[in-house]
C-alpha cells in the first residue's frame, strides 16, 4: 500500500468549506423555492442567509482559482489530448459497467494526475463554467434593481430566475454523482479519508510514481 500527498491543506479546507457552503445554499434555496414548507426556514431569513451564504461562495471560488493559478494544483486540470479519446472511453466504460464486475480501474492517481479524464473534464466544466455562471447570476440577482427591464424580449428578473434555478438544479446532481464516484476508491472510505488527511492510499499505485 503506498501513499501520495494529493490534497495539500488549502484544498481540503477550501473543499470541505465549499461543501458546507453548498449544503446551506441549497436548504435555503429550498426555503424560498419551496416557501410555506413547515420544516423549511423562514422566508426572509432564507434570503438574508443565502445571499451570505452566495457572497462567501463566490470568495471561495475566486480564492480556487487564484490557487490554481499560483500553485501546483492547477496542473491537474490541464487536459493532455494525446491519447484523450481512449482514455476517456475507458475511464466512462469502467463506471458505467467494469466497475460492477470488479474489472480493474483504468487509471491510478499519481503526483502528476490526480484525476482521470473523465473527472478532469467534469471538474473542468464545474468550476471554469457552471460556478461562475451560478455566481453571476446570484450576483444579477441580488441586485436585479439594475438590470435592464427585459432580456431577449423577456423580464430580465425571470430570466436570470430561471437560469439561477437551472445552474443550481445543475449543481446538485454534480454533487450527487460525486458523493456517489468517491465511494469507488480501493474502499468506500479510501477517497473520504484522502480528502481529509491530503494522502491518497492506493495498493495499485507504483511506490516510484
Do not use: C
Not at 43 to 59: E, Y
Amino acid at each position: 500500500m503506498s501513499q501520495l500527498y494529493l490534497y495539500p491543506l488549502w484544498v481540503r479546507v477550501w473543499h470541505w468549506v465549499n461543501a458546507a457552503i453548498f449544503l446551506v445554499l441549497m436548504y435555503t434555496g429550498a426555503s424560498m423555492h419551496f416557501n410555506g414548507a413547515g420544516w423549511l426556514m423562514e422566508f426572509q431569513t432564507a434570503i438574508t442567509v443565502h445571499n451570505t451564504a452566495g457572497i462567501l461562495l463566490t470568495v471561495g471560488w475566486i480564492g480556487f482559482i487564484l490557487g490554481n493559478l499560483t500553485t501546483s494544483n492547477g496542473r491537474h486540470y490541464h487536459v493532455q489530448l494525446k491519447g484523450f479519446i481512449g482514455r476517456l472511453t475507458a475511464q466512462s466504460l469502467y463506471y458505467g459497467y467494469g466497475i460492477f464486475r470488479n474489472a480493474p480501474h483504468p487509471f491510478h492517481p499519481s503526483a502528476e494526475a490526480k484525476l482521470n479524464t473523465l473527472q478532469q473534464i467534469t471538474y473542468i466544466g464545474v468550476m471554469y463554467l457552471l460556478m461562475p455562471l451560478l455566481v453571476l447570476s446570484g450576483w444579477a440577482f441580488l441586485f436585479s434593481v439594475y438590470l435592464p427591464e427585459t432580456l431577449f424580449g423577456i423580464g430580465s428578473v425571470w430570466v436570470v430566475a430561471i437560469a439561477h434555478l437551472t445552474l443550481a438544479y445543475l449543481l446538485v446532481l454534480f454533487l450527487l454523482v460525486h458523493l456517489y464516484v468517491i465511494t469507488t476508491g480501493e474502499t468506500p472510505m479510501t477517497n473520504m479519508k484522502a480528502m481529509l488527511s491530503g494522502w491518497h492510499r492506493d495498493s495499485h499505485q507504483d511506490t516510484e510514481a
